[in-house]
Each structure stands twice: as C-alpha cells, then as structure tokens.
C-alpha cells in the first residue's frame, strides 16, 4: 500500500514563530487531507489539497502531486495550535483507503 | 448538529462484556467508515461502507461487528474484546465518487475513548 511520511515528528515553537509541516507520499494520490487532532481526541478538518495551494487564515497549504509531498505553513503560531497534525491521502480519489501519517506534534509555548 | 456525531464519548467496559459504538452523520454523505486510533500509533482503518454495503475489512477481528441500517447511521457492536483492544475510535464520512462527486473530502466525528479492564 502507499506509504506516507510526516515530518518533523515533534516541533516545538514559541508563540509568533513560523512553522512548515511536511507529508511525503510513496504514489500518486487524489485525495489528500490535512488535519489537527485537539487534546480531545477530535480530528478537525484544515484542507482537502489533492492539488495546488490553499489558504485559510494563518494557515496554508501546498500539494506537489507530481514530486509527491506536501507543505502545510503555520504563521504567527498561537497555543491553540498545539496538537498533532496529520496528513492522509488516498490514491483513488474517494477516502474508502485513506492513510494516515504517524502525525507531526506540535507545542506552541506562550 | 455537527457533521459527524459519535456516542459515548468515554467507555469502559470489562472483557466479557457486549456494547455497542454508535455514529451519525448529518452531511448527505454514502460512506462511513470506522477506524482505530491505538497510543503512538497512525489512524488504522477497520471498516468501510459505501450505500449501506460493506466494501472493506481490513483484517479485523470478530469481535468488532459493524452494522449499517442507512447511509446516516453507522454502529461497531462490541464483544469479549481484548485489553489491547483500548483505542480511540473514530468514525469518519464521505460522499463517495461514484456518484459524481468531485468532493470526497472526509469528516470525522469526536471518537469514543474505549478502556477495555
């Protein structure tokens, strides 16, 4: 199956810092999706980005599909960032296989 | 109501015991899918349905039982489960392409947090 890969693992920051998270894939894919998993346990939707760049607020995205990776960029971090970001990708294009990443953990200090 | 709704949010439940997971979807979607989050370990996906069917498992064991009365409703009836078998579990869906959907964006419910004693 496709492998796919997140890095840094953990990234820890100081509130106002800049950050880039990324998510290699070992195929070609047509869906891809970023999340942030809260303390609770939620996964909550930041971008479905098979393709192209995408921004919402502090956030953006980037999907390279024809070199395989993926960038998400935090600006101007706040603690409420704090949390593990996935990646997942599917190389159907529907999310009935959709693999997960092992996650990047973020800590943002105040 | 949110997108995707998940109840319990907590159980705890001893391994001779029977209960059930329930998830709701209020988005329209075709496919609902279960999956595991155990501690320091990638999302696995379980089960997936698609109209009602189900159209993957992914080497689960028996004592995970799914059921799919409608495309809104998703259950993952549980029985003499295993101690290893503690994990979050996530209930995720999606509108799937075969109906010409360009959108397969999948959404997520809370989780239930299982403890199995």
């Known amino acids: 199956g496709i492998q796919v890969e997140q890095s840094p693992p953990d990234l820890i920051l100081q509130e106002g810092a800049n950050s880039t998270l990324r998510c290699n894939f070992s195929d070609s894919v047509n869906n891809l999706q970023w999340f942030h998993q809260n303390p609770w346990g939620q996964l909550i939707n930041l971008f479905y980005?098979?393709?192209g760049t995408k921004q919402n607020g502090r956030l953006s995205a980037t999907t390279v599909a024809t070199e395989r990776y993926s960038l998400l960029y935090i600006s101007s971090s706040q603690t409420t960032d704090s949390g593990v970001y996935f990646c997942?990708?599917?190389?159907?294009?529907?999310?009935?296989?959709?693999?997960f990443g092992s996650g990047t953990q973020l800590t943002v200090l105040p | 109501e949110t997108g995707v709704t998940q109840t319990p949010r907590h159980l705890v439940m001893g391994m001779t015991n029977k209960k059930s997971l329930k998830c709701e979807q209020h988005l329209g979607h075709n496919a609902m899918y279960w999956y595991k989050q155990s501690a320091k370990k990638p999302l696995e996906l379980m089960f997936v349905?698609?109209?009602?069917?189900?159209?993957e498992n992914n080497s689960v064991p028996s004592r995970f039982s799914p059921e799919c009365p409608n495309s809104s409703h998703l259950f993952l009836h549980l029985h003499t489960l295993q101690p290893e078998d503690s994990a979050l579990y996530l209930c995720?869906?999606?509108?799937?392409?075969?109906?010409?959907?360009?959108?397969?964006?999948?959404?997520f419910g809370q989780g239930t947090r299982l403890t199995v004693v």
């Open positions: 980005i098979p393709s």
């Open positions: 997942a990708v599917d190389p159907s294009g529907s999310a009935r296989q959709l693999t």
């Open positions: 995720a869906s999606s509108q799937d392409p075969g109906q010409g959907a360009r959108n397969t964006e999948a959404f």
């Open positions: 349905y698609n109209f009602k069917e189900q159209t």
